[in-house]
């Protein structure tokens, strides 16, 4: 997530946000999930690792497409097949960082 974030920012994105920068704990709050569906709706692009296959991620892209919002989804695990479900949430999906900063310079 680190390393996605600043890749992007040295791409030249603005305004890059994980849920690292708005309080996410394990624990998790209901101010941080708050906060975190505040930055979806306020977001143009979100970029969801999909390795893991996180419950939370799942449903941030989820959310995000409710919100109608771009979502490309970086997908990075060859050992395992991403779930049809989760790439049709998706705008689109990608194997690299570079794939996904190509994509959102396009948009």
Do not use: Q
């Not at 296959?53 to 695990?77: L, N, Q, S």
């Amino acid at each position: 997530m680190r390393d996605l974030k600043s890749a992007m920012e040295n791409a030249g994105f603005t305004h890059v946000k994980t849920p690292l920068d708005i309080g996410y704990v394990e624990s998790g709050s209901s101010e941080v999930f708050e906060e975190d569906l505040r930055c979806i709706e306020r977001s143009d692009v979100v970029v969801a690792i999909l390795d893991g296959m996180d419950a939370g991620t799942m449903c941030e892209i989820g959310y995000a497409r409710a919100k109608r919002k771009t979502i490309v989804g970086i997908w990075t695990d060859r050992e395992r097949r991403l779930d049809p479900f989760v790439r049709w949430l998706c705008s689109s999906v990608v194997r690299s960082v570079n794939e996904v900063i190509r994509i959102i310079s396009s948009e």
